[in-house]
């Protein structure tokens, strides 16, 4: 499965958009784009995933970039509540075991 | 209430025990996973199982065990040969097929003195 880039750590100020970038250049033709979400000190929670049209559902919204290099995660209005860790994933169709390969993350701060 | 469930929240172990986590699903998925988290870090899977009395090793299996005899429990033994056991330990469960999410439990987290 491709390699992740994100940034480390980023600030949204609270009823504001969050935009939350994800690198993935070498990604490949039948890979997806998952983004997952930790809320300090518990399990993982599924957002959204796609594979090259932008998708949008009641949590968030996916943009992937034409190439499908790159893609950011929008949440329309963060509240204090969207503050954690989120992880941009990339994983194969044929991936044995539907396996996810976590990285570190961007650490999403929502201010008041 | 469909969901994972694993228990205890909190462990606490002297070293050289071997201690036991608990992963039970209702959700009646085929696939379950164990993952593995350090302070400020990203996932790392342990082991993984598709089906009943069936387990793949994954990126850092050793000084680990599991056991899958039932489909809704996935038992993780931590045994006294893992170096540094002290961690987040998270489980997962999901459809085999397709491009499913994962569902995770609440995680046990685990401090060896």
């Known amino acids: 499965d491709a390699k992740t880039t994100q940034p480390p750590s980023m600030d949204c100020a609270e009823g504001r958009a969050a935009n939350l970038p994800c690198n993935h250049s070498t990604i490949s033709g039948n890979e997806y784009v998952y983004w997952y979400r930790q809320i300090h000190s518990q399990g993982p929670q599924y957002i959204i995933h796609?594979?090259?049209n932008n998708e949008t559902n009641e949590m968030a919204s996916l943009i992937i970039t034409e190439d499908r290099k790159s893609s950011t995660l929008i949440l329309p209005h963060a509240t204090l509540r969207d503050t954690a860790v989120y992880y941009c994933?990339?994983?194969?169709?044929?991936?044995?075991?539907?396996?996810?390969?976590f990285g570190g993350g961007t650490r999403l701060m929502v201010k008041p | 209430d469909g969901g994972i469930t694993q228990s205890p929240k909190y462990l606490f172990r002297k070293e050289g025990q071997n201690v036991t986590l608990s992963c039970e699903q209702n959700?009646?998925?085929?696939?379950m996973y164990w993952y593995r988290q350090d302070p400020g870090q990203g996932l790392r899977l342990i082991y993984y199982s598709q089906i009943v009395n069936d387990f793949q090793k994954g990126d850092i299996a050793e000084g680990y065990s599991v056991s899958r005899e039932k489909k809704e429990s996935f038992p993780l033994t931590v045994t006294s040969a893992q170096k540094n056991p002290t961690a987040f330990y998270l489980c997962?469960?999901?459809?085999?097929?397709?491009?499913?999410?994962?569902?995770f439990g609440p995680g046990t987290r685990l401090t060896v003195l």
């Open positions: 959700l009646n998925h085929d696939a």
């Open positions: 997962a469960s999901s459809i085999v097929q397709g491009y499913n999410e994962q569902f």
């Open positions: 994933i990339v994983r194969a169709n044929n991936n044995a075991g539907n396996m996810l390969t």
């Open positions: 796609g594979l090259k």
